[in-house]
């Protein structure tokens, strides 16, 4: 029977913990689990502390007790349930930049969230592991591995490369890892469980491509993006009518950065639920012939998309069918995804493999 603070595996006593960190969102969970047990926005509310009591801040009486916060004090909001929510003065930031952590004083409050909301366990009990991108630099890793280790006090930790991970979850130890994220999508052979990082190749565009096109498509067909915070109350109408809603009284002062967190929310919604991805090579003809698909939006406006949602994926592939302005495709931006193989040659004597890299 396992504990309070780890998990019986193989006879043995353990509790691991996974870091899964990307630009989008941070996964962690328990190493014996299928599932992450939290899957975090990768951004943090900053703003002024305006005190909001805890529970354990009440006193035996039942009364709540006052803070005696500085004037210049920040208070951090982390996940959707606090980021969500209409501040004033709150400003929304990143820890992530080109794939790694660049911003450690906030990677640290997502760090100290995780291990008191999440995992809910002393930091000192549990082995971590933490994934990183084969281009993460040498002093990056450095502070991370000093950062788990004179703080946290974790009793082990292990960084690994997240496509190797990826391999390995197929039961692959050598594969041609393609991995498309929220800022860009990379191409990484792996060899026998070993990630070659100078053959690894990668693109600037991944899932906020999709959102811009997306809001250049709608742009185009003169369908107003409302953010869900903003509608009171809505009306119901016939397809393609003029939307009728109540905006709601917002308090003043909010952010240009969480009003637009809050509007690319709702452009990956919309992402996630019309977007397609044609079996074949995109044809006007043969989407046309796919029935549509249904969409409201937070306006109470709805109507069919038919053709638009293979188009609005299928600029990943084909830059002709993007618009201009936002870049090229994922194959466009990395040339050699059509013509990059890995060749692995017979094994010699000692146990190691020749690798060629072959571009004709």
């Not at 900053?46 to 006193?59: C, D, S």
């Not at 035996?60 to 004037?71: A, E, F, I, L, R």
């Not at 009003?259 to 990956?268: A, C």
């Amino acid at each position: 029977m396992s504990g309070p603070n780890g998990m019986l595996y193989g006879g043995d006593e353990i509790g691991a913990l996974v870091f899964d960190p990307g630009h989008h969102s941070l996964r962690v969970g328990y190493a014996q689990e299928d599932t992450p047990k939290a899957d975090i926005p990768a951004v943090i509310g900053v703003g002024p502390a305006t005190h909001i009591p805890e529970a354990e801040e009440k006193v035996p009486d039942g009364n709540v007790t006052q803070s005696n916060t500085k004037k210049d004090e920040l208070r951090y909001y982390i996940d959707v349930t606090e980021l969500h929510v209409p501040r004033p003065g709150m400003e929304v930031q990143t820890y992530m930049k080109d794939g790694q952590v660049e911003n450690w004083d906030l990677f640290e409050k997502m760090l100290d969230y995780c291990y008191s909301k999440v995992i809910r366990s002393p930091s000192e009990h549990h082995p971590a592991l933490f994934t990183e991108a084969v281009w993460t630099t040498r002093p990056a890793r450095e502070k991370l591995a000093e950062l788990l280790f004179e703080k946290y006090q974790a009793p082990a930790f292990f960084l690994v490369k997240n496509a190797v991970l990826a391999a390995f979850a197929n039961g692959k130890s050598t594969a041609l890892v393609v991995d498309a994220g929220a800022s860009q999508t990379s191409a990484v052979p792996v060899i026998d469980g070993y990630a070659l990082v100078s053959a690894a190749v990668r693109s600037p565009v991944g899932g906020d491509h999709l959102v811009a096109q997306a809001k250049h498509m709608l742009n185009n067909m003169h369908i107003q993006m409302l953010p869900i915070y903003s509608i009171q109350s809505k009306e119901v109408i016939r397809e393609r009518e003029r939307a009728r809603y109540t905006l709601k009284t917002l308090p003043a002062g909010l952010t240009h950065t969480w009003q637009q967190y809050m509007l690319k929310r709702q452009y990956e919604d919309f992402v996630h639920c019309v977007a397609h991805v044609s079996e074949t090579a995109y044809d006007d003809r043969s989407a046309a012939s796919v029935p549509g698909l249904h969409y409201e939006f937070p306006g109470g406006y709805h109507q069919d998309f038919g053709p638009e949602r293979f188009k609005l994926s299928e600029c990943l592939f084909e830059q002709s069918l993007g618009a201009p302005h936002l870049g090229g495709s994922i194959l466009a931006s990395i040339g050699s995804f059509q013509q990059m193989w890995i060749s692995s040659q017979e094994y010699d004597e000692g146990g190691k493999g020749q690798l060629e890299r072959k571009c004709p």
